[in-house]
């Protein structure tokens, strides 16, 4: 007897018109994302079409306690000078009160002039106060070395496209003017750094003490964000070092090929109050990452600090694919608080924002 014939199975055919809604439904969406998540798309694709810049030449950077100036000279191939060099550091200043403090307090036993120029304008062309110099009194510990001056900004009008970075590079220009002003010379060591990037004081001591150093050097330092309790890594490198000459411009890019390891630290957004977080995102270079009004909420800013989470909601500005999916999400907390500023831990109760389990700010 044949056995019956299994049911002939029938494809259904999905009708054309299905695909049409589908795409019709899925391309605005697909569009909306795109828009709103720009920034996150390219520097996740980033890898696929930019290159890192070329990598640097490190200098192994040794200290310790207690050792002799003559050999952590030798030890970097250096001799020792009769004399140090005088020291000038010079700064282009915003809001960061605190860091200020601590960054001078660090540096004082070692600087010759603290030149610090500050703009009535913020780089954005925002009007801004004077935050120095109606602060000034609380500088009096460095006062005879203090040269001080005010940069004529520009307000940007409604709907200007000024590019900030401009204002910026003519900050940085009349910078030169002020170095000179205080009295810089050739030979002498020049500390080209934004407020919150800190040499620690060995390393400008060294710097100050040797001779056959670089001509020019960039300082690798330890970056952190919000506070010392979340350490991103050491990708930090902008802050330089140079024997001064007649063709020495004050800039903040790369300058050479040659880095110091391990030579300070790099608070970033580092902030008492959340008024001053709100500040900076709307008065530095990269304000144009605040895409959105609520970025500025105190609630928002609050809780992403406490979380070691990206202000802007920008995904890490890596080459590879490999250290970006690596960095991706909250900074790790750290609760050690060794190898960072005397000054802060001598004064642990004054800045306790900076400090692990700190993280609560008041809106100021």
Not at 62 to 68: F, G, K, P, Q
Not at 194 to 209: A, G, M, N, R
């Amino acid at each position: 007897m044949p056995l019956p014939r299994p049911p002939r199975l029938t494809s259904r055919r999905i009708p054309r018109k299905f695909f049409f809604i589908l795409l019709l439904l899925l391309g605005p969406i697909c569009m909306f994302v795109l828009f709103t998540q720009y920034q996150k798309v390219t520097y996740f694709f980033r890898p696929l079409w930019d290159n890192p810049p070329l990598p640097f030449e490190q200098i192994p950077h040794y200290y310790a306690e207690n050792v002799s100036m003559d050999y952590l000279c030798r030890l970097h191939g250096w001799s020792l000078r009769p004399e140090p060099r005088r020291v000038f550091d010079g700064i282009i200043f915003s809001n960061e009160l605190d860091l200020l403090e601590i960054r001078w307090n660090e540096l004082h036993p070692y600087v010759t002039k603290f030149v610090i120029l500050e703009a009535n304008t913020t780089f954005t062309g925002i009007p801004k106060p004077l935050y120095f110099a109606t602060n000034r009194e609380r500088f009096a510990f460095a006062e005879e070395k203090i040269v001080y001056g005010v940069f004529p900004g520009r307000i940007s009008s409604y709907g200007s496209n000024e590019d900030p970075f401009k204002l910026e590079a003519e900050q940085r220009i009349a910078m030169n003017w002020l170095l000179h002003q205080a009295g810089i010379s050739t030979g002498d060591l020049l500390i080209m750094s934004d407020t919150d990037e800190i040499p620690s004081p060995h390393t400008v001591k060294l710097l100050q003490w040797c001779d056959g150093i670089p001509p020019i050097l960039h300082l690798e330092l330890r970056h952190y964000l919000y506070s010392f309790e979340f350490p991103v890594d050491y990708s930090s490198w902008r802050a330089t070092i140079h024997i001064y000459n007649h063709r020495t411009q004050y800039r903040h890019s790369r300058q050479t090929d040659v880095i110091l390891s391990d030579a300070g630290w790099h608070c970033s957004f580092c902030f008492r109050y959340l008024k001053e977080f709100v500040f900076k995102m709307t008065a530095y270079s990269h304000a144009d990452r605040v895409k959105r009004k609520e970025f500025l909420d105190y609630s928002r800013i609050q809780k992403l600090i406490c979380r070691g989470d990206d202000l802007f909601d920008m995904l890490p500005e890596e080459y590879s694919f490999k250290d970006l999916i690596k960095k991706m999400g909250s900074i790790p907390r750290s609760a050690s608080a060794v190898h960072i500023p005397a000054y802060l831990i001598e004064n642990a109760e004054k800045f306790k924002f900076l400090l692990p389990g700190g993280c609560l700010r008041s809106r100021g």
